[in-house]
């Protein structure tokens, strides 16, 4: 079945460390998205992504980074800079330049900083 | 800025009851308009959709009517069961080639009791 994987689903980081969370994709997407949600916050876009080799920061990517090597995947690393980075991460595909594509999410990671 | 405001919750319902949970956009461009369900502990999953004015999307028995005169989706269903007890969030798509890049409202938390 096509979908969105992210793993893993809980993730738990010392304060000070970076970490990667996983995003992978087989629905043939060209664009990606990284979103964090917070309780009573909805979700904001950290990063996003319209192909292969090329992203772009959303309203919150200070103290995020990301690479697009491939399409399939999207990986999303929290570093020591995010000051706050204790969230529930959502990733989310879909097909760019479309009027009535929706996104489509992966499960979520849950990440705390302990 | 996109932006999207939805009605703040939590709601509290009995089984067979009425429902609407408002949500009104920014009027910027001519976005398509998404209501999608979020489950304990999972991602969101697409719940429907419009694309243009006067359309109206449906699903499992709720729907939506995008409105352009009153820049509003409001989300209804004419009778809530326990199992549709989750969080639901209204978005909009942003224009050009970047319609999957969504803008989230708060999400509201539905509770129906038996």
């Known amino acids: 079945d096509g979908g969105i994987t992210q793993s893993p689903k809980y993730l738990f980081r010392k304060e000070g460390q970076n970490v990667t969370l996983s995003c992978e994709q087989n629905?043939?997407?060209?664009?990606m998205y990284w979103y964090r949600q917070d309780p009573g916050q909805g979700l904001r876009l950290i990063y996003y992504?319209?192909?292969?080799?090329?992203?772009q920061k959303g309203d919150i990517a200070e103290g995020y980074s990301v690479s697009r090597e491939k399409k399939e995947s999207f990986p999303l690393t929290v570093t020591s800079a995010q000051k706050n980075p204790t969230a529930f991460y959502l990733c989310?595909?879909?097909?760019?330049?479309?009027?009535?594509?929706?996104?489509?999410f992966g499960q979520g990671t849950r990440l705390t900083v302990v | 800025g996109d932006s999207v405001t939805q009605m703040e919750g939590p709601v509290t319902l009995s089984e067979e009851a009425f429902l609407t949970i408002n949500c009104t956009y920014t009027?910027?461009?001519?976005?398509?308009l998404f209501w999608y369900v979020q489950y304990p502990g999972e991602g969101l999953q697409l719940l429907l959709k419009?694309?243009?004015?006067?359309d109206k999307g449906s699903n499992k028995g709720f729907e939506a009517t995008y409105r352009k005169e009153t820049t509003s989706f409001h989300l209804e269903k004419g009778s809530v069961q326990v199992s549709d007890s989750a969080v639901y969030f209204c978005?909009?798509?942003?224009?050009?080639?970047?319609?999957?890049?969504?803008?989230f409202g708060q999400g509201t938390i539905l509770t129906v009791h038996p």
């Open positions: 989310a595909s879909s097909i760019p330049g479309q009027r009535n594509t929706e996104a489509f």
């Open positions: 629905l043939n997407h060209d664009a």
């Open positions: 992504s319209q192909i292969v080799n090329d992203f």
């Open positions: 009027a910027t461009g001519y976005p398509s």
């Open positions: 419009a694309t243009k004015a006067d």
């Open positions: 978005a909009r798509g942003a224009g050009g080639t970047s319609y999957g890049k969504l803008t």
